[in-house]
Nanobody, 115 residues
């Protein structure tokens, strides 16, 4: 069993930046893909960004050119650098790791973009 723990959320003004971290209790090399998802109040969970074990990345159109996903295999962690934040980015952000057999989720971290 692997645990994923997110951190780095908080309150930020529009136009500001935050860096989310997701630390795994074991090796992330077991995951083919890791990613970030978010869920705003009253909305379905949506994917934000994913990164493969080989380092290939993909982004939702809504965050492209503003968010950057990265991974550090030595630290068993992935990150989400969020720039030029907008009120519509407000959500609980979840870390996910998946392979052919299973999917793991973190507990989420709240990001609020507001004046």
């Amino acid at each position: 069993q692997v645990q994923l723990v997110e951190s780095g959320g908080g309150l930020v003004q529009p136009g500001g930046s935050l860096r989310l971290s997701c630390a795994a209790s074991g090796s992330i090399s077991r995951f083919n893909v890791m990613g970030w998802y978010r869920q705003a109040p009253g909305k379905q969970r949506e994917w934000v960004a994913v990164i493969s074990s080989g380092g290939d990345t993909n982004y939702a159109d809504s965050v492209k050119a503003r968010f950057i996903i990265s991974r550090d295999n030595a630290k068993n962690a992935i990150y989400l650098q969020m720039n030029s934040l907008r009120p519509e980015d407000t959500a609980v952000y979840y870390c996910q790791g998946s392979n052919s057999y299973t999917t793991y989720w973190g507990q989420g971290t709240q990001v609020t973009v507001s004046t």
